[in-house]
C-alpha cells in the first residue's frame, strides 16, 4: 500500500543552525515526491520535487531535499534555517506504477520552529 | 497574480445550512482536485476533475457534497445541510495534464456553529 511518513510531529531548530525534516515513503512503483510548506491560515505553496534525475534536488526559499531509493527516505534540508522558515511541512508522494491514479498520498506534517 | 483563486476565504454557517465555494484554477490547467484539511492534519483528497469530466470522488465524502466543473473551468464545491463535523479549510489545487505539480489556492475556511 502506498504510504508517506512524516516520524516528527515538531522539530525545533536555533536561527542560523541546519535544520532536516525527515519523510520516508512507500510505494509499488517509482515514486514522484513533493514537499509543500503551509504557513498559518494559509493554503500549501510547492517546494521542491523529485521525479528522475540527480537525487539531490533544489527548490524555493534555499531549500532541497535528497531522494535515496535504498532508504526509500526524501528527507527536506536548509543549510542555515531563519526564524521565516517557521512553518508546517508536508511530504506527499505519488505512485507512477501501472494502475495507480494520479493522487498524492500525503504525510501528517511536520511543524517546524526555528527559535532566535 | 494568475494562481488558483479560491472564495470566499471564509464562511461562518449555521448548522443545517447550504454552503457553496467556488475555485478558479490557473488558466488552462485542465485538472482541478478539492481537498479538505482540519488544523493538525494533512489535506484529504475529496474529487477530481480532468476537463468537465469528474473522474474520481473520495469514498469518504458523503453525498451531502457535491462538485461541479460544468465548462472545465472554475468549478463549484456545495455542501448541503451542513454539520459541526464539516468546518475545515477547503482546498482547490490545479495543474495541466503534462505536469506533476498540483498547485493550490489559499483555501476556504468553513466554520459550522
Known amino acids: 500500500a502506498q504510504s508517506v511518513a512524516q516520524p516528527e510531529d515538531q522539530v525545533n531548530v536555533a536561527e542560523g543552525n541546519p535544520l532536516t525534516v525527515k519523510c520516508t515513503y512507500s510505494?509499488?512503483?517509482?515514486?514522484?515526491l513533493f514537499w509543500y510548506v503551509q504557513y498559518p491560515n494559509r493554503g500549501l505553496q510547492f517546494l521542491l520535487k523529485?521525479?528522475?534525475?540527480d537525487n539531490l534536488v533544489k527548490g524555493s526559499y534555499g531549500f532541497e531535499a535528497e531522494f535515496n531509493k535504498s532508504q526509500t527516505s526524501f528527507h527536506l534540508k536548509k543549510p542555515s534555517a531563519l526564524v521565516s522558515d517557521s512553518a508546517l511541512y508536508f511530504c506527499a508522494v505519488r505512485d507512477d506504477a501501472a494502475g495507480s491514479n494520479y493522487q498524492l498520498i500525503w504525510g501528517a506534517g511536520t511543524k517546524l520552529i526555528i527559535k532566535p | 497574480d494568475t494562481g488558483v483563486s479560491q472564495d470566499p476565504r471564509h464562511k461562518i454557517t449555521k448548522r443545517g445550512q447550504n454552503v457553496t465555494f467556488r475555485c478558479d484554477p490557473i488558466?488552462?490547467?485542465?485538472?482541478l482536485y478539492w481537498y479538505r484539511q482540519t488544523l493538525g492534519q494533512g489535506p484529504e483528497f475529496l474529487t477530481y476533475?480532468?476537463?468537465?469530466?469528474?473522474?474520481?470522488k473520495s469514498r469518504l465524502l458523503s453525498d451531502r457534497f457535491s462538485a461541479e466543473r460544468p465548462k472545465g473551468s472554475f468549478s463549484t464545491l456545495e455542501i448541503q445541510r451542513t454539520e459541526q463535523g464539516d468546518s475545515a479549510m477547503y482546498l482547490c489545487a490545479s495543474n495541466p495534464s503534462s505536469g506533476n505539480t498540483i498547485y493550490f489556492g489559499e483555501g476556504s475556511w468553513l466554520t459550522v456553529v
Open positions: 476533475f480532468q476537463n468537465e469530466a469528474q473522474l474520481e
Open positions: 488558466s488552462e490547467h485542465n485538472r
Open positions: 523529485y521525479i528522475t534525475g
Open positions: 510505494v509499488s512503483g517509482n515514486p514522484y
